[in-house]
Nanobody, 125 residues
């Protein structure tokens, strides 16, 4: 079974950087598109970024363009989200997800079939 595990969250000051990791097991991750989502308590889940499997195309929400970068390391079966110039509005739980079928980015949350438990990013001075 495909399993996704996020890591890399933590406490960072505004303007700082973090790199989140989404490690996959059970399947070869490079055959799947992977999306990053965030959801603050009481808020709707928001698609942050996504990377396609076939052509490697990427998607970024307007709120993170120019600040976040998504990438793959197929040898490590891992997708990364490099976050820079972090703002207090980025303070939330981040999760990675994959669909159960071939799909190209962007992919909304609803068709995602596999989810990690999330990693907490805290942006505070």
């Amino acid at each position: 079974q495909l399993q996704l595990v996020e890591s890399g969250g933590g406490l960072v000051q505004p303007g700082g950087s973090l790199r989140l990791s989404c490690a996959a097991s059970g399947f070869t991750l490079d055959y799947y598109a992977i999306g990053w989502f965030r959801q603050a308590p009481g808020k709707e889940r928001e698609g942050v970024s996504c990377i396609s499997s076939y052509d490697g195309s990427t998607y970024y929400a307007d709120s993170v363009k120019g600040r976040f970068t998504i990438s793959r390391d197929n040898a490590k079966n891992t997708v990364y989200l490099q976050m820079s110039s972090l703002k207090p509005e980025d303070n939330t739980i981040y999760s990675c997800a994959a669909p159960n079928y071939y799909s190209a980015c962007p992919i909304p949350a609803d068709p995602m079939a596999h989810w990690g438990k999330g990693t907490l990013v805290t942006v505070s001075s």
